[in-house]
């Protein structure tokens, strides 16, 4: 009996013992679950071994780490506790360098990201910023979470907006050029209209008057002589009338292509333009000054055209006993284009001393084959200023007019500057 009980004996105490490992296994896995244990030693044959644990989020900082946006932590202070590399990769720089400075020196929108932060205690915050780093503007959407109380921070999600605002942008410039082909179509057909008013009309009326002085001519053949001049006459000056109404028709017709450009020096095309018209300078006694006017890229045949137009204009529309004077003056300006406000343009000013006009006419002198007065005030069809918008549209820009009635008018040429 003795020899048995030391054999229960044996056996309680090789339980307990076995209790007790059981005890320090389970105190140990409950350490690994809540991440107080990093690593275990473990002696094996006399030698102890040393085993790091991963933790039991390492699943969760891999998919972090791997996560196609950008993912950060923040103190309440704003201190950048933790970030992945692909914020790290957005704002390039190495993620080492992030953590520990304040969010807040990336942030360009600091207001609105303040806004965001304070919008947390109402729940989950998202909206759009624009981060700033080393003068790299970079849009981006955001998602905040309050993290306590487990953690006293806030969770960041980043998303990269750059590639969506490029994509909307050229969305937004196809929108405005299929706008500006919508425009020009409308004008096109606005000047087929004028065209047929002209053929309908303006063409016909010289006709009918050849054909109506020459049938007289035709079945009167002993008409005084007189007379005979008289219809002669008339019969002359409608197919000069005529045939000046089918040169200005070519001219505009030939605006309406763009030609090869090349670089103008717009004071050499000032130069040819008024030894051009040196004969009726010099009958009406005008000025013409201008110099330093910039280059150009453009058609050289069409700037002639253009500054001919504008001067023969200013010279006609004169006022009776005063000499005209035109001068031309150049300078920069910019925000001249509503839809692109940084596009910078060189403005050309041509300013005479002329009759003006009311600003009520204004708007209808650009418009072709547009008269403000009648043939026997002063000569021409209505057809200059009209070429003059055409050329300016050929070159991308725009041409406007200030004018007072008797005191003269201001036509402003704006050329888009374009890069070398």
Same mark, same amino acid.
């Given at each position: 009996?003795?020899?048995?009980? #030391?054999?229960?004996?044996?056996?309680?105490?090789?339980?307990?013992?076995?209790?007790?490992?059981?005890?320090?296994?389970? !105190?140990?896995?409950?350490?690994?679950?809540?991440?107080?244990?990093?690593?275990?030693?473990?002696?094996?044959? &006399?030698?102890?071994?040393?085993?790091?644990?991963?933790?039991?989020?390492?699943?969760?900082?891999?998919?972090?780490?791997?996560?196609? +946006?950008?993912?950060?932590?923040?103190?309440? /202070?704003?201190?950048?506790?933790?970030?992945?590399?692909?914020? !790290?990769?957005?704002?390039?720089?190495?993620?080492?360098?992030?953590?520990?400075?304040?969010?807040?020196?990336?942030?360009?929108?600091?207001?609105?990201?303040?806004? #965001?932060?304070?919008?947390?205690?109402? &729940?989950?915050?998202?909206?759009?910023?624009?981060?700033?780093?080393?003068?790299?503007?970079?849009?981006?959407?955001?998602?905040?979470?309050?993290?306590?109380?487990?953690?006293?921070?806030?969770?960041?999600?980043?998303?990269?907006?750059?590639?969506?605002?490029?994509?909307? +942008? !050229?969305?937004?410039?196809?929108?405005?050029?299929?706008?500006?082909?919508?425009?020009?179509?409308? +004008?096109?057909?606005?000047?087929?209209?004028?065209?047929?008013?002209?053929?309908?009309?303006?063409?016909?009326?010289?006709?009918?008057?050849?054909? @109506?002085?020459?049938?007289?001519?035709?079945?009167?053949?002993?008409?005084?002589?007189?007379? /005979?001049?008289?219809?002669? *006459?008339?019969?002359?000056?409608? %197919?000069?009338?005529?045939?000046?109404?089918?040169?200005?028709?070519?001219?505009?017709?030939?605006?309406?292509?763009?030609?090869?450009?090349?670089?103008?020096?717009?004071?050499?095309?000032?130069?040819?333009?008024?030894?051009?018209?040196?004969?009726?300078?010099?009958?009406?006694?005008?000025?013409?000054? $201008?110099?330093?006017?910039? *280059?150009?890229? &453009?058609? #050289?045949?069409?700037?002639?055209?253009? $500054?001919?137009? #504008?001067?023969?204009?200013?010279?006609?529309?004169?006022?009776?006993?005063?000499?005209?004077?035109?001068?031309?003056?150049?300078?920069? %300006?910019?925000?001249?284009?509503?839809? $692109?406000?940084?596009?910078? $343009?060189?403005?050309?000013?041509?300013?005479?001393?002329?009759?003006?006009?009311?600003?009520?006419?204004?708007? *209808?002198?650009?418009?072709?084959?547009?008269?403000?007065? @009648?043939?026997?005030?002063?000569?021409?069809?209505?057809?200059?200023? !009209?070429?003059?918008?055409?050329?300016?549209?050929?070159?991308?820009?725009?041409?406007?007019? +200030?004018?007072?009635?008797?005191?003269?008018?201001?036509?402003?040429?704006?050329?888009?500057?374009?890069?070398?």
């Amino acid at each position: 009996m003795k020899g048995k009980d #030391l054999n229960t004996q044996h056996l309680l105490e090789e339980n307990q013992e076995l209790k007790v490992q059981l005890m320090e296994a389970q !105190a140990i896995i409950d350490a690994i679950r809540e991440g107080e244990v990093d690593a275990l030693v473990v002696n094996a044959n &006399g030698h102890a071994n040393l085993y790091s644990l991963e933790s039991a989020d390492y699943t969760y900082r891999l998919l972090i780490e791997k996560f196609g +946006e950008g993912a950060l932590s923040i103190s309440d /202070k704003g201190n950048v506790l933790y970030c992945n590399q692909y914020f !790290a990769n957005l704002i390039n720089l190495p993620a080492h360098k992030i953590v520990g400075s304040f969010f807040n020196s990336y942030v360009d929108s600091v207001g609105q990201f303040k806004e #965001l932060q304070d919008s947390l205690a109402s &729940g989950l915050s998202k909206g759009e910023i624009v981060l700033n780093v080393n003068g790299v503007k970079i849009p981006v959407y955001v998602s905040l979470t309050d993290l306590r109380p487990t953690l006293p921070a806030i969770g960041i999600i980043v998303t990269d907006l750059s590639e969506k605002r490029k994509t909307e +942008e !050229a969305l937004e410039l196809y929108q405005r050029k299929l706008e500006n082909k919508v425009a020009e179509l409308n +004008e096109t057909n606005n000047d087929l209209e004028q065209f047929i008013h002209v053929i309908s009309h303006d063409i016909k009326e010289p006709i009918r008057k050849i054909v @109506t002085y020459a049938s007289d001519l035709i079945e009167v053949p002993n008409e005084p002589i007189e007379s /005979k001049k008289d219809n002669l *006459k008339i019969i002359k000056n409608s %197919a000069l009338r005529l045939n000046s109404l089918v040169d200005d028709l070519v001219k505009y017709s030939m605006t309406t292509t763009k030609n090869s450009e090349q670089e103008i020096d717009l004071n050499e095309v000032l130069a040819d333009v008024v030894d051009d018209l040196e004969i009726i300078i010099i009958e009406r006694s005008a000025k013409i000054n $201008f110099r330093d006017l910039p *280059k150009i890229k &453009g058609s #050289l045949v069409q700037m002639r055209q253009l $500054f001919s137009n #504008l001067i023969s204009n200013s010279l006609k529309y004169r006022k009776v006993k005063v000499k005209p004077k035109i001068t031309i003056t150049a300078t920069v %300006a910019s925000g001249v284009d509503a839809s $692109f406000q940084k596009k910078v $343009f060189n403005k050309l000013s041509v300013q005479d001393n002329g009759i003006g006009m009311n600003e009520e006419n204004i708007k *209808k002198i650009f418009t072709i084959f547009q008269r403000l007065h @009648t043939p026997e005030q002063y000569s021409g069809n209505g057809i200059g200023l !009209a070429i003059c918008k055409r050329i300016m549209e050929n070159h991308g820009g725009r041409i406007e007019v +200030e004018s007072k009635l008797n005191e003269g008018s201001t036509f402003h040429l704006y050329f888009p500057v374009k890069a070398n």
